[in-house]
């Protein structure tokens, strides 16, 4: 099971969202440093670009450039990536992966860009069982297996992100698993090597871990150990 240390950056700093709101987060430090720490144990990180989630189009590339240049790391990133020209910048930085959330809803949209790019990753992110978008301030009435049925023609990587545990350290929420083979990354709540267990039973081939590996000592390093090896 692959483990992705997560760095959401919001105002030229690493931050973590409670529950996805944009008024109610920790600071934890400089995305650079960050990221040199994290590459001594992994070889791709998650990077959410808050500033570009909540303004709609991207804000951070600059920065995860350095990234990708100074450290080697593998990069996917996320926030605000609503334009085929904004999807294209990316990955002229390096990254390996773009992800979509709000664009991911316009199956035209995904069809063109999905065609350009074979590693293009949707996030389906779940409020109170449904998808919601836009920064996460929009919550639709779409179900988040009726958006992969959707969309699984054309994309073959997910991420499954519970906002109503995100950032919370409360444990994992519950997902019934609906795909199949497809690459599934999960993110949100993620608190203790059982959750991350938990989530391997379900399916998931890979999780998404935020909070906890800032506010516990050395569990990026017991993750890794137990399930990376």
């Not at 959330?101 to 069982?129: C, H, Q």
């Amino acid at each position: 099971m692959k483990i992705y240390p997560a760095l959401d950056i919001l105002g030229g700093k690493v931050v973590r969202l409670y529950k996805g709101k944009r008024d109610s987060y920790r600071v934890y430090g400089d995305p650079l440093e960050l990221a040199k720490r994290f590459s001594r144990l992994v070889d791709k990180i998650h990077v959410v670009d808050l500033d570009g989630a909540f303004e709609g189009k991207p804000r951070n590339l600059a920065v995860v450039k350095k990234i990708v240049k100074e450290t080697g790391l593998r990069v996917q990133i996320g926030g605000g990536f609503r334009t085929l020209e904004s999807i294209r910048k990316a990955y002229r930085t390096g990254v390996e992966n773009v992800i979509l959330g709000t664009r991911a809803l316009d199956v035209d949209f995904i069809k063109i860009v999905s065609n350009e790019f074979p590693g293009l990753t949707v996030s389906i992110d779940v409020v109170d069982g449904k998808v919601a978008i836009k920064g996460w301030k929009e919550t639709t009435f779409h179900l988040p297996e009726e958006i992969f049925n959707k969309l699984r023609p054309f994309v073959h990587r997910f991420i499954y992100t519970h906002i109503d545990k995100d950032g919370t350290l409360e444990g994992v929420g519950n997902v019934r698993r609906f795909w199949e083979d497809e690459e599934f990354i999960y993110a949100g709540g993620v608190s203790s090597l059982k959750d991350v267990l938990k989530l391997k039973e379900i399916g998931f081939s890979g999780v998404v871990v935020g909070k906890a590996i800032y506010e516990k000592e050395g569990f990026l390093e017991e993750l890794v150990e137990n399930l990376e090896a």
